[in-house]
């Protein structure tokens, strides 16, 4: 069951601060407060949604097409040529990381990696 008092949910209330990229009446992005990489935002849906599939699946035309307008424009605005990747975690048994805020978020992670980021790779590279 969605908790209304997720970090992201306070975030998106404005209850909690957050370094805003761009804001959309159905999305907002932020960037990530412990980057994986130089440059690392999360796109949230405004709307109670816990993973992706729960937004993919109940999420109105409207609010999907205002979670990808604002996708898109964080994405142009990280400056980095349309050069990055793509993550989100479902559920706590996802294999490679686990969800960890239970409010549906994308990761769009570009730009130099961070110390941790080189070991958490080459930890998934060989299976550890
Ligand atoms: P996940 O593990 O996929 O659920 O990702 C949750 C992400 O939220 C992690 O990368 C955290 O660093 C990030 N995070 C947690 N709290 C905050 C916050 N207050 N502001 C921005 N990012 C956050």
Redesign the pocket.
């Known amino acids: 069951m969605y908790d209304k008092d997720n970090?992201f949910a306070k975030?998106i209330r404005g209850e909690?601060p957050?370094k805003k990229i761009v804001e959309n009446e159905y999305a907002m992005s932020?960037?990530?407060?412990?980057p994986?990489c130089e440059k690392?935002a999360?796109v949230v849906p405004k709307g109670e949604y816990e993973n992706i599939l729960d937004f993919a699946r109940r999420a109105s035309a409207a609010e999907q097409a205002g979670f990808w307008d604002c996708f898109v424009k964080t994405a142009d605005s990280l400056g980095v040529n349309g050069e990055f990747n793509v993550?989100?975690?479902a559920g706590v048994g996802a294999p490679l990381?686990?969800?960890?805020?239970f409010h549906f978020?994308m990761?769009i992670i570009a730009g130099k990696k961070t110390p941790e980021c080189e070991k958490m790779v080459k930890c998934i590279m060989c299976g550890e």
Do not use: E
């Open positions: 970090v975030i909690i957050s932020f960037y990530d407060v412990n994986m690392h999360l993550m989100a975690n990381f686990k969800q960890s805020v978020h990761h």
